[in-house]
């Protein structure tokens, strides 16, 4: 069966966040499918599977477990089905276990509808130590006027505002007790942010060790996640286009864009970004 791997939110191989890609020719196990994304040791590996309906079906694992939504594996997915002629531009619907999404393909470019967002929890002032101690920061280091929360736009995160770049840049993971966070918390993980100034909306890092990522370089639900965080802010102005830089702590810079829509009292987020391919194989199994 054809596999891939695609360099997501990244206009040129070596950039952005890798995702492999799985185009089967037949039904895989759960167990296949585990195995497989443990053989590519990517973050999370898609495997997709077209419709007679012209919609897709995707599932998500990583090398630790099948996770529900992964944004960049999904902007890496339909990239590839554009780039090998499987489809062509237009808007095609996304069957995942975090509902049903729609994808809109134009050229080089894929955008993608989140899950509705959800603010689930904010942080406790109390807690504040635990968290930010985790990375080698103290509660001080997060912003006045901010608090992280917990936050989700198919998974959840929790938002864990810091002062500046620098400090972003500073802070040391533990993942023994990130991974005991996440795992208290119902989390996947952890989504770093400072205010990006002129630059960018945000700059950003991502860790989900319990899901065996110390640290990803580019996460379209988390920057989902963090799109509504900053619109519930004032931050954010629906229809505007935001961009986050993420990556920098692993030398893969990554751009991942979004658009925030408000129809009344409904809000959705889009990600959007492009894709590379770095590698073509076969997998026999």
């Known amino acids: 069966m054809e596999a891939y791997v695609m360099d997501a939110f990244s206009a040129a191989v070596f950039g952005g966040n890798q995702a492999g890609v799985v185009l089967p020719d037949r039904e895989l196990s759960d167990r ?15 495997f997709v599977r077209m419709e007679s309906d012209g919609s897709v079906t995707l599932r998500y694992f990583t090398p ?3 996770v ?5 594996a999904t902007i890496a997915s339909f990239a590839l089905l554009r780039q090998t002629g499987r489809i062509g531009d237009g808007t095609f619907t996304a069957h995942t276990k975090a509902g049903e999404l729609q994808i809109r393909v134009s050229g080089e470019t894929v955008w993608m509808d989140m899950a ?5 929890r904010t942080i406790e002032e109390k807690d504040y130590p635990a968290l930010y101690g985790a990375y080698g920061l103290r509660p001080e280091h997060c912003p006045e006027g901010f608090a992280p929360k917990i936050v989700s736009t198919g998974l959840a995160d929790i938002m864990m505002p810091v002062l500046d770049h620098e400090v972003l840049m500073s802070a040391v993971q533990d993942e023994r007790a990130v991974t005991e966070l996440s795992r208290h918390y119902d ?8 205010p990006g100034g002129e630059a960018c909306t945000a700059y950003c890092s991502n860790y989900a060790p319990l899901y065996d990522i110390p640290e990803e370089c580019a996460t379209g639900t988390s920057n989902g996640a963090l799109t509504y965080y900053l619109f519930l802010q004032g931050l954010v102005k629906p229809e505007e286009e935001n961009i986050f830089l993420q990556g920098e702590h692993m030398n893969r810079p990554s751009e991942i864009r979004s658009r925030l829509v408000k129809d009344g009292e409904v809000v959705k987020v889009l990600i959007g970004g492009r894709a590379v391919m770095s590698m073509q194989c076969e997998l026999k199994i």
């Open 187 to 194: 989390v996947t993980g952890v989504h770093m942010f400072c």
């Open 32 to 46: 296949e499918m585990q195995q497989i994304a443990g053989e590519f040791k990517h973050s999370e590996t898609a």
């Open 116 to 120: 509705p967002p959800q603010l689930l």
């Open 64 to 66: 630790a477990g099948e």
């Open 68 to 72: 529900d939504l992964c944004g960049h």
